[in-house]
Structures are given as C-alpha cells and as structure tokens.
C-alpha cells in the first residue's frame, strides 16, 4: 500500500479520536443525577443547597486539575479560559485544543494528499490550527458583545420603569435577567447569583465589566457607583444613560455606512491574492512548486519566489493596516 495513503488513513483516525474525546458530553445517568439535584436543591431547603454549593466546588476544582494538565501545551491558558467564556458558550480548554489539533491534523492531511512537502504541510497545518480556532472564538465574542450592545439600552430602560414603580435596585436587575433574552439576561443573571452567594454588587458588576470589555457596561457601573456615593435620582440618570447609549450607537451605524465602501475595498484588495494562490495551488501545483521548494544556495535557504513572496505580504500588510487605520474612528 501506498505510505502517503497509510499516513492519511493514519491522520483520519486519529483526529476521529480526538473529536471522540473533545466533545463527547457526560453520560445520560450523570446529566439525570445533576438534574435531580438542581431539583432537589431548589426545593429541599437550606441542607440541600449547600450540598449543592459543595459539589459546585467540588466539580471546580477536578475541572482546575484538569485544566492544569493543559498549562504545558497551551501559552496562557488563563486568558483563553477568559475568552471562551465571553463566547457565552460552555467550552473547556480540552475542547479547544482538541478543535485546533483536529484542524492542524486536517489541514497537514488536505496538503499531503495534494502533493506538498511533509515540511510545507506541517507548517501550514500548525499555523491552521493555531490561528483558524482563535479567529472563530474572537468572531463569537464580537458577535456576542455587539448583540449585547444593541439590546443594552432596553435593559436600562427596564430598570427606570422598576425603580420608578418603587423596586430597589437587585430587584430590578433580577426582572432584567428574567424578561431580556439574550446575553443581556444571561449577563445580568450571572450578577444577580453573585450577589445571591455574598458578594457586593460593585464586585459583582466590575466582574461581568471585566469578561465583557465594553464601554458601555463601563458607564453603568460607573454610574451606580457616583450615584450611590453622592446620591441623586438613579432612575434619571439611567435614563439620560439609556438616551446617550443609543445615539452612541446610532453614531456607530452612521460611521459603518460611511465607511463601508472603504472597507469592502480593503477586503478585496486583502484576500485577492490569498484567494488566487490558493486556487492555484489547488488546480496546478506543479505551476507553483517552485514557491514551496527551498533553494539552499538562496538567502536563509529560501529560493527567490519565496522571498518575493515575503516581501509582498509584508507590503501588503502595511497597506490594509493603514488602510483600517484610515477607517478606524473612536466614538
């Protein structure tokens, strides 16, 4: 049999194998038992819900040594773990990692079958699966943050028309986690429950202001704190908020219509050339084999297309970064 079709078949089972062991879900016994005792926590007294509290602990901390085992493989697993999390989606550092390898191991087999040197395939399989995975997870959270930015204002409102009514404050940010879908509800029902367990609600804002990064979440936890230090009609100054937030983001929309032209022309010029070298690779790679085959006589082992090459993407990087610069306004 062929090696080069050994080393696939290879490469196939083993990213099967590690997609078996970074997404499998717990067992149906477990998923019934974690439920009966959320049941059981909700309406079996204060002796219950500690319980529960202790196997909350318990589960974080074989989560921590398991997320210790990753500390070697993966370059500031704290900042990931923060990343992730601000996806709003339930992945681990296993599934992670397991995403980029299956991604390298795909790519490395898509390059060899299609003729490219082992040493060419395992550089563009790593450089996949290193930057493919943390592009997806940085447009998850940009996706997040912008829906949780546009539907912000409505939540402020919210808590005017509560604390209007005569709601003090943790009640009106439990009525916002329980009527707005969204991230919105999901965020302020994290703040609630840390302001549920003991901690004050400064704490529990600047936690949820720290994950999410906007500006915006910034200027609510700034105002409840000047409020509470001077004192004064929350429920106007939340108003007033509300009113500000949303012509900021009106100005937003404003800039990114203006803008669009611009930025659909940098997108082009960009990815054109990416895009026609990798067709042409694909369709012809004996016409560009010369672009992957190193010239030991040439400058650090390169040959003169690769250096070419080279100089090209690092013009054209000056180029799109300064053309992002020119489009790029702060509000």
């Known amino acids: 049999m062929d090696p080069k079709l050994i080393l ?3 490469m196939l089972g083993s990213m099967l194998f590690m997609l078996f062991l970074a997404f499998s879900g717990p067992s149906a016994t477990r998923a019934m038992d974690r439920r009966l005792s959320a049941v ?3 309406h079996g007294g204060a002796d219950a819900d500690m319980e529960q509290r202790m196997r909350k602990a318990v589960a974080s901390r074989s989560t921590a040594k398991q997320s210790q085992i990753l500390v070697s493989l993966i370059p500031n697993p704290e900042n990931l773990t923060k990343r992730l999390r601000m996806t709003g989606k339930k992945w681990t550092l296993s599934q992670y990692a397991g995403a980029c390898a299956l991604v390298m191991i795909a790519v490395i087999g898509i390059g060899l079958f ?11 399989g790593t450089a996949s699966g290193l930057i493919l995975p943390h592009k997806y997870v940085g447009r998850l959270i940009t996706k997040r943050v912008k829906k949780f930015t546009m539907t912000f204002p409505d939540a402020l409102e919210l808590m005017v028309r509560g604390l209007r009514s005569g709601l003090p404050i943790a009640e009106t940010l439990q009525t916002v986690s329980t009527e707005l879908p969204g991230p919105v509800g999901e965020e302020f029902r994290l703040v609630t429950e840390r302001i549920r367990i003991g901690k004050t609600m400064d704490q529990a804002l600047a936690e949820t202001a720290e994950r999410l990064g906007t500006a ?5 936890c700034i105002t409840l704190t000047i409020q509470r230090e001077t004192g004064g009609n929350l429920a106007e100054t939340l108003a007033n908020l509300a009113t500000v937030l949303r012509q900021r983001a009106q100005m937003k929309l404003k800039i990114n219509a203006m803008s669009s032209e611009s930025k659909a022309s940098a997108y082009i010029i960009g990815s054109l050339p990416f895009i026609v070298f990798g067709l042409i690779s694909w369709i012809n790679f004996h016409y560009m084999e010369s672009f992957y085959t190193p010239d030991p006589n040439g400058l650090f082992g390169l040959s003169l297309m690769q250096l070419v090459g ?8 000056i180029g799109v970064f300064i053309m992002a610069q020119m489009i790029n306004f702060e509000i």
């Open 216 to 220: 915006e979440f910034q200027f609510f």
């Open 40 to 42: 059981t926590s909700r």
């Open 310 to 317: 080279i100089g090209g993407m690092c013009w054209m990087g």
């Open 8 to 10: 696939i078949i290879l």
């Open 114 to 124: 299609r003729g490219w040197a082992p040493l060419t395939a395992l550089f563009v």
